[in-house]
């Protein structure tokens, strides 16, 4: 496996006083806020890489993407996004060879993580559509299967191009 999904379950934020506050209209677009992280890999070979992304990996994948999707009683959304990938230190010592595959290869794992990171974006659009009103929780419970279903479809990505050989 290359990548793990980590989809966090939504969090309803309401009023102690089981009531919601008045304010404005809902904005009728989530908030959406977006992190990458990375972290460092040593390697001048396939093997070496590989074995590195594993070892310094999130939970020994290549990538992750998190997910977060909140809501207010007013129907108020935010999906907070975190993706985590590797960052090859010592590239430059590298074969050019190797630096091309490396390049498909990261280019594949992004296009992988974005679409996980699309499925909490549309859970959050999904319940403004709804003014929150049809079992939330439902709603991102299934956009978090949908991201398990994508992982095992591509192989977490490997049938898509996030491989190195």
């Not at 074969?95 to 280019?107: D, H, I, Q, V």
């Amino acid at each position: 496996m290359v990548c793990l999904v980590l989809t966090a379950s939504a969090i309803s934020l309401g009023s102690p006083f089981g009531f919601s506050p008045v304010s404005a209209k809902p904005s009728s677009q989530p908030s959406i806020s977006i992190t990458n992280r990375y972290y460092s890999v040593f390697g001048l070979s396939a093997g070496e890489l590989e074995a590195a992304m594993r070892r310094n990996g999130p939970m020994g994948f290549w990538a992750s993407t998190s997910w977060l999707v909140t809501w207010t009683p007013d129907c108020r959304v935010r999906v907070r996004i975190k993706y985590t990938y590797p960052s090859w230190r010592n590239r430059n010592r590298a074969s050019p060879a190797l630096r091309r595959r490396w390049k498909r290869m990261m280019a594949a794992l992004v296009r992988h993580e974005r679409q996980h990171g699309r499925h909490g974006i549309k859970a959050a659009r999904q319940l403004l559509a709804t003014r929150c009103r049809r079992n939330p929780r439902g709603i991102v419970q299934r956009w978090a299967e949908q991201d398990r279903i994508f992982d095992r479809r591509t192989n977490h990505g490997v049938r898509r191009g996030v491989t190195l050989r």
